[in-house]
Structures are given as C-alpha cells and as structure tokens.
C-alpha cells in the first residue's frame, strides 16, 4: 500500500516555465488537497477536490491550476512559473472513515525553486 | 473562519523532561483535531486525532487533549528524548473537507 505518491521531489524553474506536480493515491480516498509550506507560515490550502470531475479553491489558488479526471489523481499545474511560488508543496487525502473522523494522509512533498 | 495558533514557536528542553505544546482555534465547532510530527525535509507524520466528540487521545508517551469550549488542545510528551526532536502541528477540521493547520512548534530535545 504505497498510500501518496508525490512526483517529482525535487525541481527548479525559470521564471515563466510550466510545470505539473504529480500526486497519485491508491486508498480509493475522495478527497484530495494540495498544500504550499513557507517558513513560518505553516501549510496553506491551495486547491481541494471533493471527488472525480469536482474541485474548488483554497486559501491561495492564485497562479494554481488542477484537476481531477479519477480517484487517483491530482495534478498541480503552474502556468507560469513565478519566484513566490517557490515552496515546498505537500499533496493529502482524506479518509472519510466509518467512524466519521477525517484523517489527513500527506504524501512526501516536493520542493519547488523558481529563478 | 477557522484560525488556528500554535505556541511556542520554537522550544528546547534537556532530555527526560516533560512538556506541553499548546493549539488554540477560534471556531468553537470543530470536528476534529490532528496533531502531527514532520521531521526536517520530510512529510508530514499523523501523531494523534481527537474527535470532538473526544476529550483526549493517547498513544505512547504522547497525549493529546481538546477543549472545545476553550478553544485549546495541548499535546504532551512525556520523558522527552533526543529522537523527538521534530516540529509539531496541529490541524483543526471544521467537518467540511477543509483543515487549516497551524505554523507549528519546532522541538529541540538536548542529550
């Protein structure tokens, strides 16, 4: 059970470029998130799906793209790569368990630098 | 709108000593509470979950609280070591497929 698989680890960018983060998980969980981490600033909510075909916005969509075409999958896409998106961003699913609670699985991250 | 504050930022203790890390949020109606460990360059590791229907979780030397009424869960570590030297988050969820997390404590256990 390899839970979330984030891909790639690591990447930089020039100012500009595109790019998509890869994020894949096999627990048949509906909700999935990606989350940007700053110093001191904890992990913010960038996009959020509630199950195929269905995505909304978090707190700092801005410059963000996604979407959601199975369980599986969530791809973050930058359009066009900026400094401020330099970040280290963490992908989650939820687990919705039958006991209600909503536990949050996060894969591994991927650290971002744009120049 | 849920915000959630975490206090100390940062905390250094001597190995074997007892501590508290402590979580405040504003929206009383909380679902649920996570408390997770992320060591430096890493992912993001699930300590503990408090249901509000709960008032406490315990696992190993690691206990966590929550009172809604206050606004407030704390996490305990007991007989600190050098192994737990991580930083710390707390996470609230407010029943929706929203968690908002706090900035986290960074914990420095000394040999």
């Known amino acids: 059970n390899a839970g979330v698989t984030q891909t790639p680890k690591f990447q930089v960018l020039k100012t500009g470029q595109s790019m998509t983060l890869q994020c894949a998980q096999d627990?048949?969980?509906?909700?999935m998130s990606w989350y940007r981490q700053d110093p001191g600033m904890g992990l913010r909510l960038i996009h959020y799906?509630?199950?195929?075909?269905?995505?909304d916005q978090g707190e700092v969509p801005n410059g963000y793209n996604v979407s959601r075409s199975t369980t599986e999958d969530f791809p973050l896409r930058l359009l066009s790569a900026a400094p401020s998106q330099t970040s280290v961003y963490f992908c989650?699913?939820?687990?919705?368990?039958?006991?209600?609670?909503?536990?949050?699985?996060f894969g591994a991250g991927s650290r971002l630098t744009v120049l | 709108k849920q915000e959630v504050t975490q206090i100390p930022a940062a905390l250094s203790v001597p190995e074997g000593e007892n501590l508290v890390l402590n979580c405040s949020f504003t929206?009383?109606?909380?679902?649920?509470l996570q408390w997770f460990r992320q060591d430096p360059g890493k992912g993001l590791t699930s300590l503990l979950l408090?249901?509000?229907?709960?008032r406490e979780q315990t696992s190993g030397r690691l206990n966590a609280s929550l009172d809604k009424s206050s606004g407030r869960s704390t996490l305990y570590i007991a007989a600190s070591q050098p192994g737990d030297s991580a930083t710390y988050l707390c996470?609230?969820?407010?029943?929706?497929?929203?968690?908002?997390f706090g900035a986290g404590t960074r914990l420095f256990v000394k040999a």
């Open positions: 627990m048949n969980h509906e909700y």
């Open positions: 996470a609230g969820n407010t029943g929706g497929f929203k968690t908002i």
């Open positions: 799906s509630v199950g195929a075909g269905i995505t």
């Open positions: 929206d009383s109606a909380i679902y649920n």
């Open positions: 989650a699913s939820l687990d919705r368990s039958r006991s209600g609670a909503n536990v949050l699985t």
């Open positions: 408090i249901q509000s229907s709960q």
